[in-house]
């Protein structure tokens, strides 16, 4: 079983919709969870950044973690063409390295 | 600029070759992080440095990989006797304090093609 898992998509939304990204995650030790967006040819880039379960709200963005259940989401509000890109969900086990997923491709239809 | 500046942008090789690549972090900023990232898969972590030391190599493949900072600022990412499985984008990231920060700045990656 992979470290981290993330349906690699694609997938495909109209502009305006909610959209849904998950990951979940085998090791218990991760203790700070974060989501990367990287559009084609560029590197990843911080779009949040949580370390207790439950919700954190950012614009149109929100952050989802369950510890539990070992889950973490992002969901997008109001999906915009410009949010078409690859979403990258990470986890740092503090004192290691930091994790990432495979990435799930977004693609935002006008 | 103030972001992470890596060079070459683009490199291209033959099998067996010696290649650098590097890596110029934000001002400022003590660790460095080297990734590898294959078509379609999340960066996979090579190797983290605090300072000029390496805090965490795990993530070197074998012993043709090998990552220098010797001034804590620029870093070196050295693969000998290059392979066409060694063909990825290399990313290197840089963060004020390192783990449990939560904020990795990436640069725009050194796109390796093993012929």
């Given amino acids: 079983q992979k470290e981290v898992e993330q349906d690699p998509g694609p997938l495909s939304v109209p502009e305006g919709a909610i959209v849904s990204l998950n990951c979940t995650y085998s090791n218990s030790a991760f203790q700070y969870f974060m989501w990367y967006r990287q559009y084609s040819r560029k590197g990843p880039e911080l779009l949040m950044y949580t370390y207790s379960s439950g919700n954190k709200e950012d614009g149109r963005f929100t952050a989802q973690v369950d510890k539990s259940s070992k889950y973490i989401s992002l969901f997008i509000r109001d999906s915009q063409p410009s949010d078409s890109a690859t979403y990258l969900c990470a986890l740092d086990n503090y004192g290691q390295n930091f994790v990432f997923g495979p990435g799930t491709r977004l693609s935002v239809l006008p | 600029g103030a972001g992470v500046s890596q060079t070459p942008s683009n490199k291209v090789t033959e099998k067996g070759k010696y290649v650098e690549l590097r890596c110029d972090p934000i001002s400022g900023h003590t660790a460095l ?33 090998f990552a220098v900072r010797p001034e804590g600022s620029v870093s070196t990412l050295k693969i000998q006797r290059t392979e066409r499985g060694d063909s990825a984008v290399y990313l290197c990231a840089s963060s004020f304090q390192g783990l449990g920060t939560g904020e990795l700045f990436f640069g725009e990656g050194s796109r390796l093609t093993v012929l």
């Fill in chain 2, 33 to 65: 992080y080297w990734y590898r990232q294959s078509l379609g898969q999340g960066p996979e972590f090579l190797i983290y440095f605090q300072g000029t030391g390496a805090a965490d190599d795990s993530g070197l493949p074998n012993d043709r990989f």
